[in-house]
């Protein structure tokens, strides 16, 4: 395990850290629904690449299959990643524009902050 960690990039380690104490915070019910997703999460990877597998027509023993599993899963993540990245970098050109749009709407709204009203003089002030 220790060899595992060390193998680790910074910045996994840190990613791990973050999830290890975010998980302690949990109560009870909320880890058993991230273990329910991660439990259908690892399903459906499972049967993508048994799917990947039988649509490649490969006839692979034991072994080998779990090579091929593997290997899907590590580039299957390293696809996922690449689209999260792009995913964040086009969000983050596109928040300013959204920013822009509701603050105009919303000044639109608001009352303008014009000169105010002059208040009117109550009788007793005129001589």
């Not at 009352?111 to 105010?116: D, L, R, S, Y």
Request: proline content about 7%; glycine content about 2%; charged content about 35%.
């Amino acid at each position: 395990m220790r060899e595992r960690w060390m193998a680790m990039p910074p910045a996994a380690r840190q990613n791990f850290q973050r999830n290890a104490e975010r998980w302690l915070q949990m109560s009870p019910e909320e880890r058993d629904v991230m273990r329910q997703r991660e439990n259908l999460r690892r399903e459906t990877i499972r049967r993508e690449t048994d799917a990947a597998l039988r649509d490649s027509g490969l006839r692979l023993s034991p072994q080998e299959h779990a090579q091929f599993e593997s290997r899907y899963i590590q580039e299957r993540r390293k696809v996922e990643q690449t689209l999260r990245q792009q995913i964040e970098t086009e969000r983050q050109q596109q928040l300013p524009a959204i920013d822009s749009t509701a603050e105009e709407e919303f000044q639109i709204d608001q009352p303008t902050k014009g000169p105010a009203a002059k208040p009117v003089a109550s009788p007793k002030s005129k001589k």
